[in-house]
């Protein structure tokens, strides 16, 4: 099992850039699918990206529309970290970011996959 803490947020003028950072505790990280999921103001929670626990060339990333082309999911398992750079941001990307982990479920997109999530992390987007 690993423990997930998520750093990186803030307040940011749109068409600006931030990176999240979420560093796990646990020997086992680096056999874990990581994602990354945000909750809007007044909304459900929603998948934003997700990347494989294992690379033969390279990670399997996974984005939802609505970031793709503008955020980068990568992750060091030397380190025990997961990462989201964020750039072109949005008004509606305000949310509170979540990492979470998954035991080799795959990259997935579903919020049942993963069994691991960290407290969240505010992200303000202003106009």
């Known amino acids: 099992q690993v423990q997930l803490v998520e750093s990186g947020g803030g307040l940011v003028q749109a068409g600006g850039s931030l990176r999240l950072s979420c560093v796990a505790s646990?020997?086992?990280?680096?056999?874990?699918?990581m994602g990354w999921f945000r909750q809007p103001p007044g909304k459900e929670r929603e998948f934003v990206a997700a990347?494989?626990?294992?690379?033969?060339?390279?990670?399997?990333?996974y984005y939802a529309d609505s970031v793709k082309g503008r955020f980068t999911i990568s992750r060091d398992n030397a380190k025990n970290m997961a990462y989201l750079q964020m750039n072109s941001l949005k008004p509606e990307d305000t949310a509170v970011y979540y990492c979470?982990?998954?035991?080799?479920?795959?990259?997935?997109?579903?919020?049942?996959?993963?069994?691991?999530w960290g407290q969240g992390i505010q992200v303000t987007v202003s106009s």
């Open positions: 979470a982990a998954g035991l080799r479920v795959g990259v997935s997109r579903h919020q049942s996959s993963y069994d691991t």
């Open positions: 646990g020997r086992t990280f680096s056999a874990y699918d």
């Open positions: 990347i494989s626990w294992r690379s033969s060339i390279a990670y399997e990333a």
